[in-house]
């Protein structure tokens, strides 16, 4: 089955300053793999995705991620925080080989601070 | 511009009690999903759906029933509610390349 290990549960980052959270994943094929950001008591927004094609994704906020199918890894890195980056992230990959119609299995979450 | 819309937002049960959460999208998408988010536990998928008149189980499912009646809407049921039935739950949308979530129902089972 598939699977996702965000190692990190916590992250504290100063602002301005670079940042990567790491995520690792297992699936036999070609993963569809996501990330989203949680603010405190809102829903998921979407930052980015990759299916194929360039292993290097850009996604919204200036946030962007690499994908290591060597590593089984999907990282995500932003080269300067501001403080309203503070909130959870989540990385994802898709559930079975349907194309992702049968939703997706999340990571436990990295809950990111910014100091100022 | 209302996307993913889950309501109620916040409700409190008694052990027993019985409910539902209703989704509605305006997307037109095939694919829908309940999930539940626990602190530590990341989100888990609880049932799904791929298209009208369709359900499926997903890793959570025990306790919880699910209807697709018409393809904007999904439901919920909690037939006797359980304190381990506390959570935030969220319903999303998809297309299967992109999934959109709601806002999340905050609910508390006493």
């Known amino acids: 089955a598939q699977s996702v290990t965000q190692p990190d549960i916590h992250i504290t980052v100063s602002e301005g300053a670079s940042l990567e959270l790491r995520c690792n994943y297992s699936y036999g094929a070609t993963p569809y793999l996501f990330w989203y950001v949680q603010s405190p008591g809102q829903g998921l927004q979407l930052l980015l995705k990759y299916f194929s094609g360039d292993t290097l994704v850009q996604g919204i906020k200036g946030f962007e991620a690499e994908f290591k199918r060597s590593q089984s890894s999907f990282n995500l890195r932003k080269p300067s925080v501001h403080w309203s980056d503070a909130a959870e992230y989540f990385c994802?990959?898709?559930?079975?080989?349907?194309?992702?119609?049968?939703?997706?299995?999340f990571g436990k979450g990295t809950h990111l601070i910014i100091q100022p | 511009n209302a996307g993913v819309t889950q309501t109620p937002k916040f409700r409190v049960l008694k052990t027993g009690q019985s409910m539902t959460l209703l989704c509605a999208q305006d997307m037109n998408h095939e694919y829908m999903y309940w999930y539940r988010q626990d602190p530590g536990m990341g989100l888990r998928l609880i049932h799904y759906s791929v298209g009208e008149g369709t359900t499926a189980k997903g890793e959570v499912p025990d306790g919880y029933n699910v209807s697709r009646l018409k393809k904007q809407n999904f439901l919920l049921g909690l037939e006797s509610a359980a304190p381990s039935q506390t959570s935030v739950y969220f319903c999303?949308?998809?297309?299967?390349?992109?999934?959109?979530f709601g806002e999340g129902s905050w609910l508390t089972v006493v």
């Open positions: 999303a949308s998809g297309t299967g390349n992109t999934i959109y």
């Open positions: 994802a990959v898709v559930r079975g080989s349907g194309g992702g119609a049968d939703g997706l299995t």
